[in-house]
């Protein structure tokens, strides 16, 4: 299995700023990937992580809003800019890979809410 | 495409009950099918999955799921609840024969309520 911290864990921003939000896994993952999240609803995929490259971003999700980056195989972070309030919300990373037998495990979340 | 349903928001269900939370999914190829919980204030946790052999799968904390092909679903299940099982559920699936990116597509969740 492959444990998964984020950090900040939650935060409160001023509308118009950037927040950016780290992701550390304890072991090399092949697949890393941003998630959204309302509290109690569920999970809307943000865009892939991908080491070395630029990011695959899903439909309505574009790197201008949320530059990406991957480093290494361990590491990504999620930058959210210029945010507004419509952007608070939950912001989860997962990993995956072929060791990990299709399993993807999930960070705890960073709570964001825009003031 | 792909697509999972979760058509209950909320299940209840009294403490050593057995209890069900439904999932169904459409996928093009064999599926790849999964059980998540979110406890409050937490990430998701894995449960459980069906990737092929026996259609009872048996998971963490005494959970099972039956994938069951021809009615395209993938119930989670356990004999007896406990009031620490209340919890928000996710189903996931996953296409073999999709792009090689790992991506999962998620219900839209039900909360397990499980009174004492």
């Known amino acids: 299995s492959a444990v998964i911290s984020q950090k900040p864990s939650r935060d409160i921003c001023q509308r118009g700023t950037s927040l950016t939000i780290q992701c550390q896994v304890d072991s090399q993952v092949t697949m890393m990937f941003w998630y959204r999240q309302q509290p109690g609803q569920s999970l809307t995929l943000i865009a892939t992580?991908?080491?070395?490259?630029?990011?695959?971003?899903e439909s309505g999700f574009v790197i201008d809003k949320f530059p990406i980056s991957r480093p290494n195989l361990t590491f990504s972070t999620l930058t959210v800019s210029n945010m507004s309030p419509e952007d608070s919300s939950i912001y989860l990373c997962?990993?995956?890979?072929?060791?990990?037998?299709?399993?993807?495990?999930f960070g705890p979340g960073t709570r964001l809410t825009v003031l | 495409a792909q697509s999972v349903a979760q058509p209950e928001d909320q299940v209840n269900v009294a403490e050593g009950n057995p209890l069900t939370v439904k999932c169904t999914y459409s996928?093009?190829?064999?599926?790849?099918l999964f059980w998540y919980v979110q406890y409050p204030n937490r990430g998701l946790q894995f449960l459980l999955k069906?990737?092929?052999?026996?259609?009872l799968v048996k998971g963490s904390y005494g959970f099972e799921a039956e994938f069951n092909k021809s009615q395209t679903s993938f119930h989670l299940k356990k004999p007896s609840a406990l009031v620490s099982d209340s919890a928000l559920y996710f189903c996931a699936v996953r296409d073999e024969y999709g792009d090689s990116s790992y991506k999962l597509i998620f219900g839209s969740g039900t909360r397990l309520l499980v009174r004492p």
């Open positions: 992580a991908n080491q070395g490259s630029e990011a695959t971003y």
């Open positions: 997962s990993g995956t890979g072929h060791y990990f037998d299709n399993e993807q495990f």
């Open positions: 996928v093009s190829g064999n599926p790849y």
């Open positions: 069906y990737i092929t052999g026996d259609n």
